[in-house]
């Protein structure tokens, strides 16, 4: 997997699905997400020179929520992908799956914790090759949160980044 691909998790816009902006009212279940829907985020990487942004729109008049990610590196062709959340009643559980433009894809869980989201370890798969990832989104204020995204190698958990994602004003 490329050093320059971020995994959200995992995490998009399809207007004719869409209710108003973005607005519906979430069920139960998605309300800890509803700060994110109707907005899009954005953060810088460390490098100072790559962006990632995601923007949050309900889907099935709040039934489910899309994520589109884009990162953006000057000079290459954006890296892209969309994550869509939903209840899984069989399961009792927020779910989402997560694809990408380089053909990876990703299955897992969100949990709602104090001020934060967090994303269980998962498998993201692509090439044939899985590798584990765990994610957690901390809410910083009505305009801003927290994403730290860790990889597994070997039985160690090692940070990818850490990034603030705003939301412009």
Not at 58 to 80: C, E, M, S
Not at 89 to 98: F, G, L, N, P, T
Not at 123 to 149: A, H
Request: proline letters at 4%.
């Amino acid at each position: 997997m490329s050093s320059l691909r971020v995994i959200p998790t995992a995490l998009f816009v399809s207007v004719a699905t869409v209710s108003t902006l973005g607005l519906a009212a979430p069920i139960e279940a998605l309300q800890p997400m509803a700060y994110l829907a109707g907005h899009c985020w954005k953060g810088d990487f460390g490098d100072g020179k790559r962006t990632d942004e995601h923007c949050f729109v309900w889907l099935y008049d709040g039934k489910a929520l899309r994520d589109t990610h884009t990162v953006r590196t000057p000079g290459q062709p954006d890296y892209i992908g969309e994550t869509t959340y939903y209840w899984d009643s069989a399961a009792k559980r927020v779910e989402y799956i997560y694809i990408e433009n380089a053909g990876g894809v990703m299955r897992g869980t969100v949990e709602s914790a104090s001020e934060a989201l967090v994303f269980p370890a998962t498998q993201y798969v692509e090439g044939g090759k899985s590798t584990t990832f765990r994610v957690r989104w901390t809410r910083l204020s009505d305009t801003s949160y927290e994403v730290w995204s860790e990889m597994q190698r070997n039985d160690a958990w090692t940070t990818m980044f850490k990034m603030t994602m705003k939301r412009p004003s």
